[in-house]
């Protein structure tokens, strides 16, 4: 452990799971879903691990009738 997080959000954590084991990425953590969104933990070639965040859009306007 190097202590280094790098983290982004992205629109689809399942979608890019997905695409990432495909091409052999290493899962440290596997989703996680949570009340503001879901996160998995990557690891680069280094070993440094990156979080991939979505973002449970609770500011997005509601739609009028």
Not at 11 to 36: H, M, P, T, Y
């Amino acid at each position: 452990d190097n202590g280094i997080l790098i983290s982004f959000v992205i629109g689809d954590v399942a979608s890019a799971v997905d695409e990432l084991k495909s091409k052999n990425v290493k899962i440290f953590r596997e989703i996680q879903e949570r009340d503001i969104g879901k996160n998995v933990i990557i690891l680069d070639p280094d070993e440094y691990m990156i979080s991939l965040f979505e973002d449970v859009c609770y500011w997005a306007p509601s739609k009028s009738p």
